[in-house]
């Protein structure tokens, strides 16, 4: 069974506001130097059932800086897996050592094969999945972002006894596993609230196919022009924030979100005196491609 290298912890995120709005951040990304925050959640049960199964050999999806990526080879290195990675982009094939993300993947063991984007699309289709299990042999698949019904089942375990006190929940929102979870295992009085990273709305189908009730809702305002997109203010905003309160946001996800919760705050939208807590979901590996830049 796959075992944080120590658990998480609420931070308390003091910051002047007129509304008495108690704001806690909790620390997923301590879970795991690797394999952290959601994606260690969403790897937990996913590598129990494939070692059930009698499976060697772990294959995925994902892009050229993806956080799920990275934690699947860390995880299949650390656990004894194979790991395959079908990665968007054929591109990348003669360069990814120059990639951050597709470099330690592939020192952590990951063999890679890299297809067009219009083969990437049909990651979902039968036939494609029967032609990498003739070139690869057999393989437990994790879908890309790691969102499965064991997925959801690991983040349904980032809320405990000590997080009954909060009134809403915030994450930022990928594939939609995550939040499911989260909204699987709150407390009635409590709300979900998710804070996407990609433009569209088609998120709310997703996270509807494993939601078990309806207490929750999307944020589609804080994406700062899509997946991976990311702009001076948020820049900022993440200096200010690592220097402030020692923690450090990524660009794709925990920073926009973060930004998104403190912005709502200054504009009154939630009721004073509400308690709220932000899941830190990891990702920091995604740092290595943009720190130049930050």
Known sequence: MIVPQQPSFNQKIDFENPHKIELYIKREDVLHAEISGNKFRKLKYNLAEAKRLGYTKLLTFGGAYSNHIAAVAAAGREYGFETIGIIRGEELADKFLENPTLKKAYENGMQFEFVTRTQYRDKNNPQFLAFLQQQFGDFYLI???????????????????????????????GTGG?????????????KALGFPA??????????????????????????????????????QFM???????????????????????????????????????????????????NIAEL
């Open 239 to 289: 200096r200010y924030f690592s220097e402030k309160y020692l923690i450090t946001l990524d660009p794709v996800y925990t920073s926009k979100l973060t930004f998104g919760v403190i912005n709502l705050i200054s504009k009154g939208y939630f009721k004073p005196h509400s308690k709220i807590l932000i899941i830190h979901t990891g990702g920091l590996q995604g740092l290595q491609s």
């Open 178 to 190: 995550t939040i499911s979870g989260i909204i699987n295992s709150l407390q009635p009085h409590q």
């Open 143 to 173: 879908p890309e972002g790691g969102t499965n019904e064991f997925a959801v089942k690991g983040c349904e375990e980032i809320l405990t006894e000590i997080d009954k006190i909060f009134d809403f929940i915030c994450c930022a929102v």
């Open 198 to 235: 990609l433009k569209g709305d088609f998120l709310f189908e997703e996270i509807r196919k494993y939601a078990k009730n309806d207490r929750w809702n999307l944020i589609t305002d804080y994406h700062f022009g899509g997946y991976a997109k990311i702009n001076e203010q948020l820049k």
